[in-house]
């Protein structure tokens, strides 16, 4: 599962569509805009940003990263990702397979 932020509604549709148009990930859930706050070259700055969540494989992972750090508007674009430990097998199975992680059946 990888998490990064845009700084729009228009950026992150446009990624989500581009990660999944080449199979970097299985699906994008581009969740609802929050604010951040986070220090930045010695000031306090809050920005309003949108999260996406990734589902993908790790294989894909350092493809997905250089995708989204291309792509993004952020000199340091938030890039984090984490190992499922449990996931329902069939779902597991739909994300490798669209992925590219094993030939589609």
């Given amino acids: ?6 700084p729009d509604v228009a950026t992150a549709q446009a990624a989500a569509e581009g990660i999944i148009a080449q199979r970097l990930g299985a699906c994008v859930k ?6 951040s706050t986070y220090r930045w070259q010695s000031s306090i700055e809050s920005e309003q ?9 790790a294989l894909r ?3 997905l990263e250089q995708y ?3 792509r993004h508007p952020y000199q340091v674009p938030e890039i984090v990702a984490w ?11 739909w994300v490798a ?9």
């Fill in 68 to 70: 989204i750090q291309t």
């Fill in 49 to 57: 940003e949108v999260p996406l969540l990734i589902a993908t494989c």
């Fill in 61 to 63: 992972y350092p493809a």
């Fill in 1 to 6: 599962m990888v998490m990064t932020t845009f």
């Fill in 30 to 35: 581009q969740l609802a805009p929050c604010t």
């Fill in 97 to 105: 397979q669209e992925t590219g992680e094993t030939p589609n059946v």
């Fill in 83 to 93: 190992p499922l430990e449990q996931a329902l097998p069939a779902y597991a199975d």
